[in-house]
């Protein structure tokens, strides 16, 4: 029998927006989250590269000083694209990812977001099943999107909602 660490309550969770300064944290998050098999995972650089365009923001959750889960999105016009997203795995099942979605809802609409998309690798059930809860919709389909670190070429399955 394992034992589970002591963790906060979810009502313990502190949501924040966070920019450049978060990407060390939210790159490590990544690494810990995402298959390698897939690179899926992005580098700090590749994070602070993005928010430093000035379109781009980090929704966070933090448990005490601990970062539990991130969202990264980019907004053109009234678009919104969540880019990565993330809950520790020590935080899985607690519907963390859920929260995560109405807190990108909430921060894309404060922008004048009127409408959220984003892409997610074909066999990601964990993630579809949560993008689907979260009212998004499956809108379609693109054929080799994704490439694995061996070369094999998997489909993204897109999804999208407008912000009401």
Known sequence: MSVQPNLPEPDQLRWSEGGIVASPAVAALAASS???QYREAWTELQIANLL????????????????????????VLDEVELLLCAVSPAW??????????????????????????????QGNEAAMALYLSAG????????????TVVGDSIDAITFASFLQ
Do not use: T
């Open 34 to 36: 995402f298959d390698p």
């Open 136 to 147: 998004l919709r499956q809108e379609g389909r693109r054929p080799a999107y994704y490439r």
């Open 52 to 75: 430093a365009g000035g379109n781009a923001w980090l929704d966070l959750c933090h448990a005490g000083q601990e970062l539990v889960a991130f969202a990264l999105n980019r907004q």
């Open 92 to 121: 899985r099942g607690r519907r963390i990812g859920l929260r995560m979605m109405e807190q990108v809802a909430d921060s894309a609409r404060k922008r004048g977001g009127k409408r959220l998309f984003l892409e997610v690798r």
